[in-house]
């Protein structure tokens, strides 16, 4: 059995739409009340940096930028390879809120998440 979303101790999560809930304070992401598991702290920053402005696309040094701050100075490609296992995270208990946008970047949608 999957826990349950619980509210942070102000009962308010800091990133909440009608399928998804995120919480900074115990970096816990939740999708239709589901915890989603063993999320490292990147793909914790990913997941947040994209919930916050949902359905924007972001390129991918626009994640770098945010997520691994600017003196990241590492290969592109390593926030794909982190999208990559965030996403199988997701999939383990629902469908899939991380959109690629062909030849720009990513984003996020839960819109269909039901």
């Given amino acids: 059995m999957q826990p349950e979303a619980e509210p942070v ?10 399928n998804f809930k995120l919480n900074t304070k115990t970096r816990e992401a939740y999708l239709n009340e589901k915890l ?3 999320l490292t702290p ?9 919930a916050m402005k949902p359905k924007q696309v972001f390129t991918r040094e ?20 982190h999208i990559k296992k965030l996403r199988q995270k997701i999939r383990a208990v629902g469908p899939q809120i991380i959109q690629t946008v062909w030849g720009v970047g990513y984003k996020f949608d839960d819109s269909d998440a039901k």
């Fill in 42 to 50: 990147k793909e914790f920053d990913l997941l947040r940096v994209m």
């Fill in 36 to 38: 989603i598991h063993d």
């Fill in 9 to 18: 101790a102000d009962g308010l999560f800091d990133v909440q739409t009608e």
């Fill in 62 to 81: 626009q994640l770098l930028e945010q997520v691994w701050n600017y003196e990241y100075m590492g290969d592109e490609r390593t926030v794909d390879a």
